[in-house]
């Protein structure tokens, strides 16, 4: 798999997301990147698909505790034991706002298990009708752009 190549179209994403206004994208994703990585990572999942990655798997993990209050979750995209994350900055401790790694250390932490596909187009998990528009959106973003 291309790294470089998957990298690039990763940092397309989240450049494009970054481009829509606020109320234009799904209500889930008002606060982009904080509480979106679920919704960004199914969004991505498409675009890598459409570009010739389809093989990227929605991990969803959990880290911290509820006594303590330091109980968080987080969603990214895993392949070939590379991951790809668009949302990372929604944590102070995170090492890029973008991550696209093989065996990346700060994803570990959060215990994450593979879920389904990363495509939202073919998830099976909650309802993801809200990102069809999302999508066409990125896509008109990143034609403009190009």
Known sequence: MDIGLVSKLAHQVRTAIEL???DKLPFPMADFPRASCGDATL?????LSDNGFPSFLYVCGERGSHEDET???HAWLAAEGIAVDITADQF????????????SQWHAQFNGKEAGTGDFRKWTGPGTHHLYQAYGLISE???VSQ
């Open 43 to 47: 969004l991505l999942g498409a675009f």
């Open 92 to 103: 102070p401790d995170a090492p890029n706002k973008v991550i696209v790694t093989h065996d």
């Open 71 to 73: 109980w968080t979750t």
């Open 20 to 22: 829509i206004p606020k």
């Open 141 to 143: 973003v990143l034609k």
